[in-house]
């Protein structure tokens, strides 16, 4: 069977218009939000929770779930937070729909924030964007004066503050934890979990964090119902999703399809690799998962599927890169963005992405050898489990992945006393000449 | 030299509206501090007192602050960021060869300013547009798709006076004070400028239309929970 795609989120996203208000109301928009507004917040989170929808920020906890642990009739004030941070390397996909279809995120906000009874939502955008700020800022000025916010929304009696929140640029900050503390005005640090966000989070409140995505999944899900969401991708990975590829692919972009498609059938769809080349590894969801090969183009892109296969599913950033390319440099990089990112609070993850880059970058000028391969795999072995949040997880990936595939390369650097590559071979332009 | 009171008085306004966006007025530091780099091109310590005295927070907390972001100055730059990013994706697409040209043509390594105070250039970390690699940030709006050649004329128009035309941005390109506005949460107008969608973001729409591929309609309409009973 040829694969097909299923555009849901990126549906409208080829109108000139898709941004405006009338644009998107044209296209159905605001139509869920009524619908919502008329149903009991909890047939809501049950909807979300039948539909299967698992957190498309990366680590794919199923949504429903989330909403559902807010504890109720507590007299605290709530809080839905939108993580926009879209900072993890490959990834590439909230920016793109937040500056086409911003109100299919507003939409959503709202939705979610009624059923876990908020008060004030938050979208946390990355500053580093400063069109896709200006288009998230305009949908919510016009949500307001349509009366999708404020007071008495849709005559509903619900009333909902929503603000948008420039960072001000620091990948930690897409950590959720880390999120809600530069959301209170400090350096954005992390917090120990338990308790998690849905009983501590911002001002020590129950809070909901969600990917950008999976809140715009939601007024389809409304729309049209938590088993037709169900219906699409595999048994435990549910839905659709937006599959972004870059790199050495002949039509780099944004594919949405439904949970479980193929590198294969993606590349297919993309037009394969550039022309001349073959493929050499991948990221299936960004930096922070394990590198794939050519011997995973058959992984069913789903949440387990990729687990098992060794790596995650994460934000389904393919990255593709081809013969041309060196491991060792693509690692070397990685591993300085998140030494560079590393925000200090624990000693395995700043210490052991300070050594790594000293490792890699003899390894990359052939003064490494055998034994700083072991020593990287040490350092890993270390952090592995004893770091104090995910980023420091996601920085052992690429060192272990890289050098389980392709550990000869490494040596190879050694016995030639540098790098065997052409950098220019890898470039977009270089490759014509 | 603290802030004259008409300048004062300007950012006492402004300030106030940002404190009101928020629940607590601590959350309103990230902006505030945006709200003086737009103010002075940086965050001065008169700036980052400022803030500190706006919030009720010591000088030495706000500078802790403002040196954990990377969006923020502590001293004076150009009035055009050129970010180049070499995050791996877009270094291994021609990012490295990218920034080394600019360098080179510019006379300035990363992090400094051309002599006219026209350019800063720097090097950025992977700024979501993998897929139109390798990409160049301008004040934080998207140059896609860049090479050598095109960001040497793209940062000779910018020295020149030119204000040469983002990719998926605005018509008008800010400089870096009135972009730090803006990211403040003061709008310029321009949010209705540029494409709602550049060509790769469309590449898996386009071969749907192309192939008449849509997402299934729902089975049973009129069905509020979808729970098919
Ligand atoms: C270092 C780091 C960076 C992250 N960056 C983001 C991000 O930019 N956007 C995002 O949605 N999730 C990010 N996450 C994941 C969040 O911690 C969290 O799982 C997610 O926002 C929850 O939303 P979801 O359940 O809808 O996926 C990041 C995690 C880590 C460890
Ligand atoms: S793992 Fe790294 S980023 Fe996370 S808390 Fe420790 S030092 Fe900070
Ligand atoms: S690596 Fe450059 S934009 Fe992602």
Redesign the interface.
């Known amino acids: 069977m040829t694969a097909t795609l299923t555009p849901v989120l990126t549906a409208h996203w080829d109108d000139p218009d898709a941004f405006r208000l009338d644009a998107y109301r044209r296209a159905g928009g605001y139509q869920a939000l009524a619908k919502a507004l008329a149903t009991p917040p909890d047939d809501i989170i049950a909807m979300v929770k039948e539909s299967g929808l698992r957190g498309r920020g990366g680590a794919g906890f199923p949504t429903g779930v989330k909403w559902g642990f807010i504890p109720q009739g507590d007299g605290k004030p709530h809080y839905l937070v939108v993580n926009a941070d879209e900072s993890e390397p490959g990834t590439c996909k909230d920016i793109p729909l937040m500056l086409a279809t911003p109100h299919l995120l507003v939409e959503g906000a709202v939705i979610a924030a009624y059923a876990i009874r908020a008060e004030h939502a938050f979208i946390y955008v990355r500053g580093e964007v400063l069109h896709v700020v200006r288009r998230v800022q305009q949908a919510v000025a016009e949500a307001y004066q349509a009366g999708y916010l404020g007071r008495d929304i849709l005559g509903s009696g619900y009333d909902l503050e929503l603000t948008v929140h420039a960072g001000a640029g620091a990948y930690e900050c897409g950590e959720e934890t880390a999120l809600l503390t530069s959301l209170e005005g400090y350096r954005g640090l992390p917090r120990l979990k338990p308790p998690f966000p849905a009983v501590a989070g911002l001002y020590a409140c129950p809070t909901v964090v969600n990917n950008v995505e999976s809140i715009a999944s939601v007024p389809s899900i409304v729309a049209n119902g938590g088993r037709w969401f169900a219906g699409l991708g595999t048994e435990k990975s549910k839905g659709y999703g937006i599959f972004s590829l870059s790199g050495h692919v002949t039509k780099p972009g944004q594919y949405e399809a439904p949970l479980g498609i193929t590198l294969r059938e993606l590349l297919d769809l993309a037009g394969g690799v550039r022309a001349g080349h073959r493929l050499k590894f991948w990221t299936p969801g960004g930096s922070s998962t394990p590198i794939f090969t050519d011997e995973h183009l058959d992984v069913p892109m789903d949440f387990e599927s990729t687990a098992a296969a060794g790596s995650m599913l994460g934000t389904r950033a393919l990255q593709i890169f081809d013969e041309t390319t060196c491991v060792v440099r693509a690692v070397l990089r990685w591993n300085q963005f998140y030494e560079h990112e590393s925000c200090g609070k624990c000693t395995p993850c700043r210490e052991g992405t300070f050594w790594m880059t000293l490792l890699l970058d003899g390894l990359e000028r052939g003064e490494g050898n055998e034994e700083d391969l072991e020593k990287l795999l040490d350092i890993c072995d270390n952090m592995n489990g004893r770091v104090f949040c995910p980023l420091g997880d996601g920085a052992i990936s690429p060192v272990v992945s890289s050098i389980k595939y392709f550990r000869d390369e490494f040596l190879e650097h050694h016995k030639r006393g540098g790098c065997p590559f052409d950098p220019a071979a890898a470039t977009l332009f270089g490759d014509a000449q | 030299m603290p802030f004259s009171d008409e300048v004062r008085a300007r950012l006492d306004a402004d300030a106030d509206q940002i404190i009101s ?4 007025s ?6 505030l ?2 709200l003086v780099q737009a103010e002075e091109g940086y965050v001065s310590k008169d700036g980052a007192a400022y803030c500190a005295d706006r ?1 009720g927070l010591s000088e030495t907390e706000v500078a ?2 403002v040196s ?5 100055r502590r001293r004076p730059g150009g009035d055009y960021n050129v ?1 180049v990013c ?4 877009c ?4 990012g ?2 990218i920034l080394a040209s600019l360098s080179e043509h510019l006379g300035v390594g990363p992090d400094e300013t051309t002599p006219d105070g026209m350019v800063t250039l720097q090097h ?11 990409v160049v ?1 301008v ?4 140059y896609d ?1 860049m ?2 050649d095109s960001a040497r004329g793209l940062v000779d128009e910018l020295r020149a006076g030119e204000k040469p035309v ?1 990719s ?3 018509a008008r390109l ?1 400089t870096w004070r009135e ?1 730090a506005r ?4 003061f ?2 107008g ?3 400028d ?16 192309e ?1 008449g ?4 309609e ?3 309409k009129g ?6 009973q």
């Open positions: 966006r928020y629940p607590r601590r959350s309103a530091l990230l902006s501090l945006h919030l802790g602050v954990y972001y990377s969006m923020y970010g070499t995050n791996t994706l270094a291994i697409m021609g490295d060869q950025v970390e992977c700024n979501a547009a993998c897929d139109y690699a390798p940030m004040n934080w709006e998207f798709n090479t050598p983002p998926r941005g605005p800010c972009a803006v990211l403040a949460g709008p310029d321009q949010a209705g540029g494409p709602a969608a550049g060509p790769a973001t469309l590449a898996g729409l386009m071969l749907a239309r192939n591929w849509t997402a299934p729902p089975a049973a069905d509020p929970a979808g729970s098919g």
